[in-house]
């Protein structure tokens, strides 16, 4: 069993900038991919930016050139940067690792953008 956890959500005005950060700790056999989700109230999660082990990124549309997701060289946590906030980015946001196949997932940070 792999736990994950997060930390670093908040309130910040728009424009502003918060670092996510998310640790796995446990029965870690290898993280593969290790990123972010967020759900907004009355919304779907999406997927917001995910590391493949070994570098390679994939983000969502909507906040490529803000946000950048990266893993330390352990590769057993990951952060997301994000500037340039908007209003639209509230939302709680997951971490999400797949090990050896498994799906795991945080218990959820809260982001609010507001002036």
């Known amino acids: 069993q792999v736990e994950l956890v997060e930390s670093g959500g908040g309130l910040v005005q728009p424009g502003g900038s918060l670092r996510l950060s998310c640790a796995a700790s446990?029965?870690?056999?290898?993280?593969?991919?290790m990123g972010w989700y967020r759900q907004a109230p009355g919304k779907q999660r999406e997927l917001v930016a995910v590391t493949v082990r070994g570098g390679s990124t994939n983000y969502r549309h909507s906040v490529k050139g803000r946000f950048t997701v990266s893993r330390d060289s352990s590769e057993n946590t990951v952060y997301l940067q994000m500037n340039s906030l908007k209003p639209e980015d509230t939302a709680v946001y997951y971490c999400?690792?797949?090990?050896?196949?498994?799906?795991?997932w945080g218990q959820g940070t809260q982001v609010t953008i507001a002036s």
């Open positions: 999400y690792a797949t090990d050896r196949g498994v799906e795991y």
């Open positions: 446990g029965h870690i056999s290898s993280i593969h991919n």
